[in-house]
Structure formats: C-alpha cells, structure tokens
C-alpha cells in the first residue's frame, strides 16, 4: 500500500517532529512546507491531507488544486474563527495548544473519511475499466485480481 502523504505548514518544529513520529507508524509520511505559495508549489496529486495554521487565503488557492482534507490549527478557536476556517474550506480545525495524540486521531479520522469514502481511493490512483460508452471504477481489490 502506498504511503499517505500528509503537508504540515505549522510553523511549530516540535508539532511537526512528535505528529510525523505518531503517524510513521500508520503508513505517513509527514512533510514540512512553508504555507501560502510554497504550500501550492509542494502540493503533489498524491496529497491526502494538509494541516495549516490560520492561513485562509492559502485554504481558498488550495482548494482551486485539490480536493485533499484541510486541518486547521487556530491559535483563537473562538466561533468566528471556527466558521471562517470552514467557510473557506477547511475539514477540521483544532485550537493551540494541541495535543499531538489528539492531532494524529483527527487526521487518521480525515485520512479514514477522504481515502475510504470519499475523493480518492487509498493507496491508489482511480482505475476505469470500460465497454463502448460505460465505464465503472474498480476498488482496491478488484484492481488486484
């Protein structure tokens, strides 16, 4: 299975480090970016997931590229805050400080919702068989056969 690959424009050395150990283990990979333009230039098509501290306009340029679950780290959760982060686009969003154990279960949760249920399967590309004009995807375990 393909490894998930996780963006983390926090700016938090330490956040990144401990969250990065936590889902090694889960088939991640975590990478460091800077946000706003160096977020959009890193951003990959294999993207599963971006964590991002208030950086709304980068959220709104993001989502004009991908479809990828966008975790927001607020330094003020309050309401206002809160609603702008999921006005713009954002999945989830948590308040600082945050735990890293916490943080790892909501991205798991994020990665579970997207890979599974969602925008693209995990691990693997969307693969079309097709007969004249119909086409059908295959899941994961059909593809193998």
């Keep these: 299975m393909q490894k998930r690959c996780i ?3 926090d700016p938090d050395p330490e956040l990144c480090s401990n969250l990065g150990f936590l889902l090694a283990g889960e088939n991640c990979v975590l990478e ?9 230039t890193q951003l990959r098509r294999n993207t599963d997931l971006v964590i991002l501290p208030q950086q709304l306009d980068a959220c709104t340029a ?6 990828a679950p ?4 607020l330094e003020k959760a309050d309401e206002s805050a809160k609603t702008l982060s999921f006005s713009v686009g954002g999945d989830d969003c948590l308040e600082k400080p945050v735990s890293c154990h916490e943080l790892a279960v909501r ?3 994020l990665l579970r919702r997207y890979c599974v249920y969602g925008a693209r399967p995990a691990g693997l590309e969307r693969r079309r068989v097709g007969l004249q004009e119909y086409f059908i995807s295959l899941m994961e375990e ?3 056969r």
């Excluded at 993001?62 to 479809?67: E, K, N, Y």
């Design 32 to 40: 460091e970016t800077a946000g706003g333009a160096t977020l959009l």
């Design 7 to 9: 963006l983390c424009a």
């Design 70 to 73: 966008v975790l927001f780290l």
């Design 62 to 67: 993001l989502r004009r590229q991908s479809a």
């Design 107 to 109: 991205v798991k949760a």
């Design 142 to 144: 059909e593809d193998q």
